[in-house]
């Protein structure tokens, strides 16, 4: 009966955050106090055993990467890169596509998700629309990438950091294990795409009168914030890669970072809190408590159990299994959350499976979710916001728009779906291949 009225608890607060009836930080919040005062009234959840299920260095590292992220945009230098990518493709719909996920991607490896599509879409979107391209396929190629280049490194989003925290693994450790794996599929997704090339719209001819270098006119709008954050990454960076070595938790280097930036950076004092994340700081937050509750409650031995009756005590069908699972329930809950409710799943696992797979495992199967709806990561929704704002102030893009009502929940299924299958596909054949 608990462990029922637990999960109808947290179901609760997840439909009241997705029909948009709460605002997400204040329901994760109100749940995480809900879980604690029906912990006190059927004994199950104390505080104390809240406070044990926060996972303390994920935040730390949100705190300090997000700070970095915000230095190196409020240089400019994201705007510039974009626009460069932008230029190179010449108006090439096609090169657009393959520069533009190469770009993001690759800036995903280092910043969180929302920073790098903020900067890349409005150049996106006016160079499709100078070059009268369809904007469609190269939003959700866009978003895939980013969700690729995040699941690529401890710090490129927050699933990664809050595997890396609950697992203890570094820098490299997620080089070694989800680097490769990540790659390929990023050559997957352009493979996908060059294959529906002509379904998608992609191959619109481009405006003759469209000349690329009109979009250089990006430039270096602070050099002190650009030497500061390329600085300060880099120095990270370089903590990050030596922290095993040097028994140093990567926490305590992104919350050194962070402090350094906050010190500097100039930042105004009402824009602390929107450069440090604090809303998504508090949500976790939030979030950890109640899957805590969900944990205490027997809800996740529900779920591991089911894990091993479909392994059927074969450790490759196990990992299979949580592949599966963990796909389909971030496309329903969202990358983060979704992460959050398997890691006490797995940390059982890890007690019987070899080496780190099961985590990877964990990491793949979020990524093949993620990159099926709009709702599997936050990169999604900014992107519907950012197109429906450039349709509003340019109605002519509505042309350019195939299928005709642009992006929505809907349009990015019938794309993501298939691309969620293949990256399943993949990952299970890197699986089977790393499993010992």
């Known amino acids: 009966m608990t462990a029922w009225l637990a999960l109808l608890l947290f179901a609760a607060v997840f439909v009241g955050v997705y029909t948009g009836r709460v605002e997400r930080r204040v329901a994760m919040l109100g749940g995480a106090g809900l879980f604690l005062l029906l912990g006190g009234m059927l004994d199950f959840y104390t505080p104390r055993m809240a406070l044990d299920a926060v996972y303390f260095d994920t935040l730390v590292l949100l705190f300090g990467l ?28 096609w090169l657009t596509l393959v520069f533009f996920s190469l770009l993001t991607y690759c800036i995903s490896l280092f910043v969180n998700n929302l920073s790098v599509m903020v900067v890349v879409l409005p150049v996106t979107l006016t160079h499709c629309r100078l070059a009268r391209i369809n904007p469609v396929p190269l939003l959700i190629a866009e978003i895939v990438a980013s969700n690729l280049g995040g699941a690529s490194t401890l710090i490129g989003d927050f699933p990664n950091m809050i595997i890396g925290s609950a697992a203890h693994l570094h820098f490299f450790d997620f080089i070694g294990g989800m680097m ?42 602070d050099p002190f914030l650009y030497r500061l954050g390329l600085t300060v990454l880099l120095l990270t960076l370089l903590g990050l890669l030596l922290a095993k070595n040097w028994d140093i938790r990567p926490a305590t280097i992104a919350l050194t970072a962070g402090v350094v930036i906050l010190v500097t950076g100039k930042l105004a004092r009402e824009s ?69 409710f398997f890691v006490p799943v797995v940390k059982e696992m890890s007690g019987y499976m070899p080496g780190s797979l099961v985590w990877w495992t964990l990491s793949l199967g979020v990524l093949a979710g993620s990159s099926a709806s709009l709702t599997g990561a936050t990169a999604g929704s900014v992107a519907v916001t950012y197109l429906e704002r450039e349709v509003a102030r340019f109605p002519e893009m509505r042309a350019l ?22 990256f399943m596909g993949v990952s299970a054949l890197y699986i089977l291949w790393m499993m010992p």
């Open 66 to 93: 997000s700070l970095i992220s915000d230095t190196l945009a409020r240089s400019g230098l994201f705007a510039v890169l974009a626009e460069r990518a932008a230029a190179y493709a010449l108006g090439s719909a």
């Open 180 to 221: 490769v794996p990540c790659l390929i599929l990023l050559a997957v997704l352009l493979l996908f795409f060059q294959s529906r090339r002509v379904a998608l719209g992609i191959p619109v001819a481009p405006d003759p009168a469209y000349r690329p270098g009109t979009l250089l006119t990006a430039r270096i709008t």
């Open 272 to 340: 602390v809190l929107e450069a440090m994340n604090g809303g998504d700081i508090a949500f976790f937050l939030g979030l950890f408590v109640m899957v805590g509750g969900l944990r205490a409650a027997g809800v996740l031995d529900g779920v591991t159990w089911l894990i091993s009756t479909l392994g059927a005590g074969n450790a490759r069908l196990e990992l299979l299994a949580l592949l599966v699972a963990s796909g389909i329930v971030t496309l329903f809950l969202n990358a983060g959350p979704a992460t959050a």
């Open 401 to 422: 728009l195939l299928p005709p009502q642009g992006l929505d929940a809907p349009v990015f299924l019938r794309q993501g779906l298939p691309i969620m299958a293949v």
